[in-house]
Nanobody
């Protein structure tokens, strides 16, 4: 089993920045991909960013160029630096990890989820 604990959410004005952290513990050797999904009220959960063990990063179209994912292997922690935030970025952000890939057809295919952290961007 893998445990994921997010931190760093909060309220920020449009144009501002936040950094989310996700600390992983447990059987992390089994994980190939880790990253972030988000879900706004009434919307589907969508992929924000992910990074593999090889360092390959992917981003959702709506955040590319504004968000950056990184990892600190020594701390077993993944970060999401969010810049130029917009009100439409408001959502619960979930850390996610999978033995294969975060790019899935159904989010139920993802192996592990954190509890989520709220990000609210005011206009």
């Amino acid at each position: 089993q893998v445990q994921l604990v997010e931190s760093g959410g909060g309220l920020v004005q449009a144009g501002g920045s936040l950094r989310l952290s996700c600390a992983a513990s447990g059987s992390i050797f089994s994980i190939n991909a880790i990253g972030w999904y988000r879900q706004a009220p009434g919307e589907r959960r969508e992929l924000v960013a992910g990074i593999t063990n090889s360092g390959r990063a992917i981003y959702g179209d709506s955040v590319r160029g504004r968000f950056t994912i990184s990892r600190d292997n020594a701390k077993n922690t993944v970060y999401l630096q969010m810049n130029s935030l917009k009100p439409e970025d408001t959502a619960v952000y979930y850390c996610a990890a999978d033995r294969h890939s975060l790019v899935v057809v159904f989010t139920t295919q993802i192996d592990y989820w954190g509890q989520g952290t709220q990000v609210t961007v005011s206009s």
